[in-house]
């Protein structure tokens, strides 16, 4: 008898993950389902780039880090993962790229430094993203459809200026650009490009700081270095600082569902973040 492939047992136990016994059919309320069990079992974090490992954007490698090493990744790791389930299911679907401009003006031009996925169903257009830190929507959102859309956590929207759309979500009742992007087509070398920058180059936000997140019923769970909140739908957050390395690495693992990597670097690492905070 022969074994099944590496490929179909990484599919079928990510299928699992996400509560799947078998595969689901290629519907928008599949799409739903999926992107929400992701981003609830899964958690972003960029605890390789600060161990200063290489962040591979080898699918086998990304499966073997999430799916047999207890870890998470950022865009360029998750997306790709996601977008290769989805194909497999049948899906009409492929990667794209944006320019993140949280915390900024939402018209800054901006490296393209974050990957998501665009979607075909039965004509209509949607994107589907399981990897924007904190503030990752929870549902996929229509791409030709200006108007605010309702998700299972905040209401998001999309405009389009000039052939570029831009991604808004509404927090206290106010709308935030998170990042602007095109339906360029994306090779594997733009990827690798953006990969690179994000994970090596010193301006990186990745380089500089710790980033986690991972969404739960009505809240995002958030840290970045030192300071961990969760944040509810329709009351106040909670927050406390994080001062202690054991403290935050049983935070990790607690409350993120992370097995931290074994790296000399890493905890050194941290205990600097914190001291910063």
């Known amino acids: ?32 389902q999926l992107q929400l069990r992701h ?13 200063r490992l290489p962040v591979s954007l080898d699918l086998a490698r990304i499966e073997e880090k999430v799916l047999f090493e207890g870890r998470g990744g950022y865009c360029y790791e998750l997306n790709q993962m996601f977008l290769a389930l989805l ?17 900024g003006p939402p018209d800054a031009h901006t490296a393209r430094t974050h990957r998501l996925s665009l979607v075909t169903l ?38 389009l200026s000039e052939g570029s759309y831009t991604l808004w979500a509404q927090v206290a009742q106010e709308w935030r650009g998170l990042y602007v992007f095109d339906l360029q087509s994306q090779s594997h070398f733009d990827y690798e490009i953006g990969n690179w ?20 019923p009505g809240l995002r769970r958030t840290l970045n270095n ?25 935070l990790l693992q607690e409350s993120f569902g992370l097995r931290v990597p074994e790296h000399p670097q890493l905890r050194p690492r941290l205990a600097q973040l914190l001291a910063d905070t």
């Open 1 to 32: 008898m022969s074994q099944e492939s590496p490929r179909l047992t990484h599919s079928r136990l990510y299928l699992q993950r996400l509560g799947y016994d078998t595969p689901p059919a290629a519907t928008l309320e599949t799409l739903a």
């Open 39 to 51: 981003v609830t079992t899964f958690a972003f974090e960029n605890l390789s780039v600060l161990s």
């Open 87 to 103: 194909q497999e299911l049948g899906f009409d679907a492929r990667g794209i790229t944006g320019r993140v401009v949280i915390g």
């Open 122 to 159: 039965e004509g209509v257009r949607y994107i589907t993203d399981v990897a924007f830190g904190g503030m990752v929507p929870t549902s996929p959102l229509q791409l030709d459809n200006q108007a605010p859309q309702a998700t299972t956590h905040e209401p998001y929207r999309l405009t």
């Open 197 to 216: 920058y994000v994970s090596t180059h010193p301006d990186s936000p990745f380089i500089q700081q710790l980033k986690v997140a991972l969404i739960g």
């Open 226 to 250: 030192g300071n961990y909140a969760v944040h509810h739908l329709g009351r106040d957050s909670d927050k406390r600082t994080i001062t202690d390395v054991e403290e935050l690495l049983a």
